[in-house]
């Protein structure tokens, strides 16, 4: 009887319990550790978290952290590591990758694999402990088949008591931070159009904004945000205008170029909060390199956009390359800085460093050009550009076709062609790290040149999901790498650290101490000011995403994915005969002193 | 004695049902596709990484893969290209010891160079590379536009992958409006 009526007893309290769980649930009160656009919003007074993609709204993957630094930083020890899972393929691709961005807030860290599983990992106690896995079963075939460059995905946003992710097959997931159940999820991209998502989603006020892939099959690209509060999409800006609106006097052709002119939006953008600007890059024209295919400017291509937060309208737009015949698309990431000018003066810039080799410094309150110079060491398609537009010096606003360089362009009469940089670009998606202290900005770069071989396209051979590309890469000449840091008060070249492979990852940038990695297995850091090597540890498998650093328990860590995937060993490994050896794998590691 | 009779019994019984298991798991052997095994090479070799799982391949991000769809190769030049490769080319080649101890196009791997193809991921027996063969002569060699019926073929029933071939009519002219009908 006894043991019965205690059993009631603690029914009932567990019964109770449970209802006023609910009512929680229900009333959905702030907690302390919610993510609330106020705490994204002042971010930098969380130095020991990492809550957004880039660190922060202004994209500078800067931390201001410096347990670890440039007189300690050769103790930099493994404190932990964990398998991850997601290497198996899909689609035309044989594995999966890890180009992810770990996030991290108040000693839990998230990070996904290739296809988008999400993973709490509790940091504390020097150990990392797995807390939940979210698979949303990413349907492999489906979005592995129109996936150009990779099983990809660059890591989550957190959100409420939410985690916020995408899946390549086109799906924005919502998971409670706590249990890792899926809340709710909206489908944002279309597979069936050659739409895939492999970006991590920006949180802006209580919106996800989401970019696209699919250049590479004829999309017409797009940024698209959804409130999280009603799961419903707020507005969605093509990057390609419809026509008869502005801009669309740029596809100049008769056969609807525009409705499959590319343009896609897979890297994360930032966000400047005193003008409610978001300021994102967009991709390639396809296809890429049939240009005579697509006459005109082919706006908004290759450009940087600023875009309402609210509404999505766009505000500016600055373009690089015009009717790009190369595939030097300007999907990377704009850096916020704000840099002394005349007369005591403060300019507002955006620094982007485009896969057309050259770094550029933008208004960022008007789009005006301000400077621009070659951060690769080589660049064959333009001799330069145009001191007072930042255009290619070739470039010739009357000319339906541009030919730039035309010796070494690819176009319907110089079908075969060897181009500098390469059509991977001097920078592709890994992103630059800029240390507002040093005014450095430090850039991730691909040393390369690559042959096009054009192929002339008709509107018949435009297939949903079949590439439309007008030719192919290949990779007859090696390619190498750096960090290079540019002063950005002057404008000018200040460092170089070269490596013998390209650099597939990306940058962290801490007081005195640039962090990257290698995709022959090597995590690397590098003194800001000489860019001399100080640290440097065999992770063993290839680096193919940013490193990034946390506090927990007031102790700092450096965090990275490690994992080569993306498009380098099936499209570009010819260039780097050395990484064939480099296997599939899929680890976290975790340093500290 | 009776119980010397009843285990012939049983056991005729048992014989008798083996037989039938037997015989039925064999005539729904029959009644399957004999290509089947070279689908499974098809899609073990990653052959649809470069060709897709249409086999018409095309430009792209890779180069280009031959269609296999408008191929003219007979059953002998398709092995021998699988075996080999395509010197000069991105097609690898499958064979164990290909241009070493088996000479391709009558080259070693001195004769063929720079030409020298890469090795495929996986090698093949004789075996799974005519059965790859007799896949893509059944299936893919001189077929029209993909279909429906061959995408779930391949893939099954369990992905969207094949969605966009569902309305796809050879009459052609109505697009759909992803209305369920």
Not at chain 1, 265 to 276: H, K, L
Not at chain 1, 292 to 299: I, S
Request: hydrophobic fraction near 35%.
């Amino acid at each position: 009887m006894k043991t019965f009526a205690r059993r009631r007893l603690s029914l009932q309290v567990a019964m109770f319990a449970s209802v006023a769980a609910a009512a929680l649930i229900a009333s959905a009160p702030a907690r302390a550790d919610d993510v609330t656009p106020e705490r994204l919003l002042n971010s930098a007074k969380e130095p020991g978290n990492w809550l957004l993609h880039h660190q922060n709204y202004s994209a500078t993957r800067f931390s201001t952290l410096s347990e670890i630094n440039k007189d300690n930083v050769k103790n930099l020890k493994v404190a932990w590591t964990m398998q991850l899972g997601g290497v198996e393929g899909g689609g035309i691709w044989t594995h999966g990758g890890l180009e992810g961005t770990p996030i991290v807030d108040n000693g839990f860290m998230y990070v996904t694999d290739g296809w988008g599983s999400v993973y709490k990992i509790d940091a504390h106690g020097g150990k990392g402990v797995l807390l939940w896995k979210m698979d949303p079963k990413t349907d492999h075939d489906w979005a592995g088949a129109v996936a150009c460059c990779g099983v990809d995905n660059r890591g989550v946003a957190l959100w409420g008591n939410l985690v916020i992710s995408h899946t390549l097959d086109g799906r924005l997931i919502a998971t409670n931070k706590d249990t890792g159940q899926v809340a709710w999820q909206r489908q944002v991209a279309d597979p069936n159009k050659g739409e895939v998502i492999t970006g991590a989603p920006l949180i802006v006020k209580n919106m996800a904004i989401t970019g696209v892939a699919g250049a590479e099959y004829g999309i017409r690209g797009w940024i698209a945000a959804t409130d999280l509060n009603t799961q419903k999409e707020v507005w969605r800006t093509y990057t390609i205008p419809g026509k008869g609106e502005p801009g669309s006097d740029t596809w100049k052709d008769s056969q609807n170029a525009a409705a499959s002119g590319g343009g896609s939006t897979w890297v994360t953008g930032s966000y400047d909060p005193a003008t409610n600007t978001l300021i994102w890059g967009v991709g390639n024209p396809g296809p890429d390199w049939d240009n005579a295919y697509r006459p005109g400017d082919n706006l908004y291509t290759d450009s940087s956009l600023a875009l309402d937060a609210d509404t999505g309208k766009i505000k500016w737009h600055y373009q690089h390359t015009p009717n790009d015949p190369y595939d030097y698309d300007s999907v990377a990431e704009n850096v916020l800085a704000d840099v002394p000018g005349a007369n005591g003066s403060t300019t507002k810039i955006a620094l982007e460093a485009d896969r057309n080799g050259f770094a550029y410094a933008i208004d960022r309150t008007n789009g005006k050009f301000l400077w621009g110079l070659p951060f690769v060491k080589k660049v064959t398609w333009t001799k330069g550009l145009d001191p007072e537009t930042g255009k290619p010096a070739e470039y010739d606003p009357n000319k339906q076709v541009q030919t730039y360089n035309a010796s070494v362009t690819p176009s319907r009469t110089n079908k075969v062609t060897d181009i500098c940089p390469g059509n991977m670009g001097g920078k592709n998606w890994p992103p630059t790290a800029y240390n507002p202290q040093l005014k450095l900005w430090y850039i991730p770069v691909i040393e390369s040149c690559n042959r096009i071989t054009v192929e002339e396209m008709t509107k018949d051979k435009l297939k949903p999901r079949e590439f439309w590309t007008g030719g192919g890469p290949s990779q007859p000449v090696k390619i190498t790498g750096s960090i290079t840091a540019i002063d950005v008060t002057t404008g000018k070249i200040a460092g170089k650290f070269e490596t013998p492979f390209p650099n597939l990852g990306g940058i962290l940038a801490t007081p005195d101490l640039v962090f990257s990695g290698q995709p022959s297995g090597e995590v690397q850091a590098v003194d800001a000011k000489t860019m001399q090597k100080l640290w440097e540890f065999n992770t063993g498998g290839g680096v193919n995403a940013p490193p990034m650093t946390f506090s927990v328990d007031g102790k700092q860590y450096i965090a990275i994915l490690v994992g080569l995937g993306g498009a380098w060993d099936k499209w570009f490994i010819d260039a780097t005969p050395e990484l064939k050896r480099m296997q599939p794998g899929s680890m976290l590691y975790v340093f500290a002193l | 004695m009776k119980r010397d009779n009843k285990t012939p019994l049983g056991a005729t019984i048992a014989f008798a049902v083996i037989a039938f298991t037997v015989m039925t798991a064999g005539a729904f052997a029959q009644s399957a596709d004999p290509t089947d095994v070279g689908k499974a090479v098809f899609k073990r070799a990653n052959c649809f990484g470069c060709h897709k799982w249409h086999g018409n391949g095309g430009g792209g991000y890779g180069g280009d893969a031959l269609s296999l769809r408008k191929t003219e190769l007979t059953k002998d030049q398709i092995v021998e290209t699988v075996e080999c490769g395509r010197p000069g080319t991105g097609m690898p080649f499958f064979m164990r010891g290909a241009y070493d101890t088996t000479k391709c196009y009558d080259m070693d791997r001195k004769q063929v160079g720079a030409q020298m193809p890469q090795e495929a991921n996986v090698f093949l027996r004789h075996e799974d590379v005519e059965a790859v063969a007799d896949y893509v002569l059944t299936h893919i060699k001189g077929k029209g536009e993909p279909t429906h019926a061959e995408c779930t073929d391949f893939f099954g029933n369990t992905s969207h992958v094949c969605d966009i071939y569902k309305d796809a009519q050879p009459s052609g002219g109505q697009t759909s409006t992803g209305q369920p009908k």
